[in-house]
Structure formats: C-alpha cells, structure tokens
Nanobody, 125 residues
Framework: QVELVESGGGLVQAGASLRLSCAASGRSVKDYRVGWFRQPPGKEREFVGVWVDDYTYYRESVKGRFIASGDNSKNTKYLQMNHLTPEDTAVYFC????????????????????WGQGTQVTVSS
C-alpha cells in the first residue's frame, strides 16, 4: 500500500511559476516509482514528467519549462513548473508505479498502481 499526497497547486497568471510536491508514504513505498500526470478540464489524464534514479522524461509540451526532481530521503517528488500557460490548467496528480514494471511504464497512466488526490492548477491569461 502506498499513499500519495500532492500539494502546491493554485491560481496564477500566465508566465508564473509553481512548484508541486508529492509526499509518498506506506510500507511498500520503496517498491514504487512516482511520476507526474495531469487531467485538463474535459480531457483524459495524461503523463507530464518523471524523475527517478536519474531517469527523466517529459511530455513534449512541457519540455524546457517543467523540471521533475525528488528527495529520496523524504520520499518526496517535486514538479517545478515555469512559464505556465492557460493550457497547463489541470488537476495534477502523482502516480506510483511498481518498480518491477520498467521505466516505460512510468509514462503510462494505465500502469499506475496508486494515485494521489490531485491538486488544482489554474493559469489565467
């Protein structure tokens, strides 16, 4: 069992920055890797980015603007979001994927084993 708690969302203007946090806990937390996803209004949940074991990967639309990182000693992941645009408006989730599934699974929402509750990010124009 893994519990994920996101924080850091909010309402900002275009061009602003936000940093999201995802705190992971639970007896099995060491068996999982955590990635970032988002669900824009009226759309399906989509992969955003991941940083784990020095492996990083981002969806094309956030490359150069978003930076995923983490503090393994705190079991916490971060998503630094810069130069935000209205198209980044979404509920942002972190998802835990079993480390036995491989790195490719980190980008697939259907491979996520546990989800956090999400944090709303709204970017006004």
């Amino acid at each position: 069992q893994v519990e994920l708690v996101e924080s850091g969302g909010g309402l900002v203007q275009a061009g602003a920055s936000l940093r999201l946090s995802c705190a992971a806990s639970g007896r099995s937390v060491k068996d999982y890797r955590v990635g970032w996803f988002r669900q824009p209004p009226g759309k399906e949940r989509e992969f955003v980015g991941v940083w784990v074991d020095d492996y990083t990967y981002y969806r094309e639309s956030v490359k150069g603007r978003f930076i995923a990182s983490g503090d393994n000693s705190k079991n916490t992941k971060y998503l630094q979001m810069n130069h935000l645009t209205p198209e980044d408006t979404a509920v942002y989730f972190c998802g835990a994927i079993s480390k036995y599934k491989g790195y490719y699974a980190l980008r697939q929402r259907h491979e996520v084993d546990y989800w956090g509750q999400g944090t709303q990010v709204t970017v006004s124009s």
